[in-house]
């Protein structure tokens, strides 16, 4: 039996050390003795006591069956335990040493655009400027649970870095680190204070928490307060968060018809705002950049005789390649037998870089001659409101899908050929289905739509519904839809559809389906239509993936004024480096 020496001593008195010298005089004192004695014992008992008891108990067997007594063994000394093999030194991670350097200094100054960014100004001393060991600009919340904003700065010994979204009327302590060899130099850590917002911006109230709140991320959105006239007041465009912290905001004309996206790392190599379309008043196709600067503004020179000179009318996406905006512009249009007027309209490309038109499809010259759309008149000046423009390229090819509210329809477009493919829609080119391939009744269509959408094999819409009284309804309601389309049989299967009780609005709304499957609906809210209900403020609304509806986050406006078009999510590492929303830290 080996034997293991334990080290023993006093408990330190709290708030005092042991004094060695008397720990060691106690042990002598009143423990050795005990132990020469035990001992002996031990030893007496390995020697005689325990070959003769193994003897004993050890049968071995005979030729007659029974058992004989084995001849005591030798005593041998026992064997000397086995060491424990070496153990390889591995390598572990040894946090690194900080160490402050007063040669690292950072500077910090509010944005005078926007007033939740600051722009830090670094130096640092050229010999810590080490490959693959960039310095990280860290900005920590001065709160019991702290976010934390970390970018990652150039070798440089002297620069400028810009943080974006952070909280209103919130402290914040900044410093900078560089790691060197063994060491992780740091700066003097400066406080920064964001101010309030403004009194006008108007605030949302998160009334269906996300359970996922990295993957809910941002949501960008531009709205106004609407007054009886149809004007509108305190317009803005923010982004923010899925608790409902306002973290970016930019004044300026926001409400209407005005189409919104986010552009990450575009063209001009920084993110930016894309904005579109009409209002009351006409937004010319622009990005936006998150400091203010107008990055690009599109040409206003006309394709066409008849267009309408910067008429751009409800949508200017940015193109799936990220090269271009496709924007729909107002067109004047006569009606060849009766010589009345009506509105028509046009889509246009329009460079990014340049801002110059570079293609374009008008619904009189390729339309109406095509024998795909009917001619307006004096009576029907607005035969198609064209209000959505989407681009998809499929097998190799670029098709433009476009949706025209007025005939409740939705055109395929061939770029190249020019040609329209098929209408989608009542009474026009598909078979309606229901989900089981029952067919389905004519009411169960899309009427009056916006931001009609292909995915795959779907085309998603924000159905308004205006219209579905016609169609085996006692009353028309408002919902999200998405049909399956089969291309070779001609058929449009309902495979999804989400509403709810008291939606019911006639105009605008947006609905995108993003890339882990969710859905966003912009559940916009027009307070001056007479056939919109009351008491429905304009909200944003996530459901989860899957084709059984289910609501995972919710976020409305508190003012039942505050109009909205569309809206979009932004994924959290894709903007405002902020680790509570990309906790990876891999920004894009």
Known sequence: MPCVLLSTGNAPNPGSAPNPRTVDTYIMQRFIPGFRLLFRIFVFYCVFCLPWLNACSSPSPNKGGGTTESPTPPIEAPPSPTPPPTAEATPTSTPLQEEFSDEITLDAQLNPFNYQSFTFEIHLPSDLLQEGNPPLLVCDEDASDPERHVKEGELQTSQTLTLYGFKASTRYECFVEVEDTDTLKTSEVIG???????????RIEITIPSSNAEATGYTLVGYGEQTQ????????TIIFDAEGEIRWYWSGYSAGDIDI?????????RDAIARGGQGGDYVVPNLLSLDGTTLMTATT???????YSGAFHHDAGISADGTSFFALVKQSAVNSETGGSYTGFIIKEIDLLSGDNVWYWDSTGDGVEQGELPEGSDSNPDPYHANAIWDNREDGHLYLYVSLRSLHRVLKIDYDTRQIVWSLGIDQDFILLEKDGSPAEDGRWFFHQHDAQRHGNRLTVYDNGKGKQNYGYDDWFTRVAEFELDEENMTATLIYEYNESNWKEPVWGGYDTLEDGRRLIARAHCAVCVTADENNPSSIIELAAGDTPSITWRAEFTNDLVAIYRAEHIDGCRVFNNLRYCPDGHFE
């Open 192 to 202: 920064i204070e964001t101010p309030a917002l403004p009194t006008e911006l108007n």
């Open 301 to 307: 020179e006309k394709v066409t005789s008849t267009e």
């Open 261 to 269: 996206s986010f552009v990450n790392e575009s063209v001009y190599g």
């Open 229 to 236: 006239n149809w004007d509108y007041m305190s317009d803005y």
